[in-house]
């Protein structure tokens, strides 16, 4: 069983749609959670970072982590064309900045 | 310049081949990371260097060498690849490898190993 688990799509929406990203994880020592978006031949950037539980909002973007159930969601409201991505979640423990990552979900938002 | 920089883009080499990657941060930071992506597959830490030591290889075959002669720069010198090891490599960089702080990417070079 892998330490991440996440679709990797692709996801297919029409552009104005909500977008719900998630991940699973199996290592509660994980502390700091985080969502990076990857375009197409680009390096990763990073979107959302949230420590332990709870809600983060920025813009049109939402992170939210359920720690009792080891799963985290990325939300985008009023998906954009420029939101078509790769999406990939990263956690790490409390200390040192070693992460792991999901696969990656492809997105695609269609005008 | 700004950011992370990754040299070559792309690299075709053939099985006995050797050839390096290149990376240089503008960042001013002291942490610096290989990662490799592959297809379908998450991205795998391969090493890091903390203040230009190394503080990490994550199983790495000895095919793959890194070198970091200052905290701005790093380097893969690679030698005797497989096919399996066409893949993205990217680059990246920290604050501080020893406590937790904000990943920044190169945009990553493209190996294919013929």
């Known amino acids: 069983q892998k330490e991440v688990e996440q679709d990797p799509g692709p996801l297919s929406v029409p552009e104005g749609a909500i977008v719900s990203l998630n991940c699973t994880y199996s290592?509660?020592?994980?502390?700091?959670f985080m969502w990076y978006r990857q375009y197409s031949r680009k390096g990763p950037e990073l979107l959302m970072y949230?420590?332990?539980?709870g809600n983060k909002e920025d813009g049109r973007f939402t992170a939210q982590v359920d720690k009792s159930s080891k799963y985290i969601s990325l939300f985008i409201r009023d998906s954009q064309p420029s939101d078509s991505a790769t999406y990939l979640c990263?956690?790490?423990?409390?200390?040192?900045?070693?992460?792991?990552f999901g696969g990656g979900t492809r997105v695609l938002v269609k005008p | 310049e700004t950011g992370v920089t990754q040299t070559p883009r792309h690299l075709v080499m053939g099985m006995t081949n050797k050839k390096s990657l290149k990376c240089e941060q503008h960042?001013?930071?002291?942490?610096m990371y290989w990662y490799k992506q592959s297809a379908k597959k998450p991205l795998e830490l391969m090493f890091v260097?903390?203040?230009?030591?190394?503080?990490e290889n994550n199983s790495v075959p000895s095919r793959f060498s890194p070198e970091c002669p200052n905290s701005s720069h790093l380097f893969l010198h690679l030698h005797t690849l497989q096919p399996e090891d066409s893949a993205l490599y990217l680059c990246?960089?920290?604050?501080?490898?020893?406590?937790?702080?904000?990943?920044?990417f190169g945009e990553g070079s493209r190996l294919t190993v013929l």
């Open positions: 990246a960089s920290s604050q501080d490898a020893s406590v937790a702080g904000e990943l920044f």
């Open positions: 290592n509660s020592a994980f502390q700091y």
């Open positions: 949230t420590y332990s539980s």
């Open positions: 990263a956690m790490r423990r409390a200390a040192g900045n070693k992460l792991t």
């Open positions: 960042l001013g930071h002291n942490a």
């Open positions: 260097y903390n203040f230009k030591e190394q503080t």
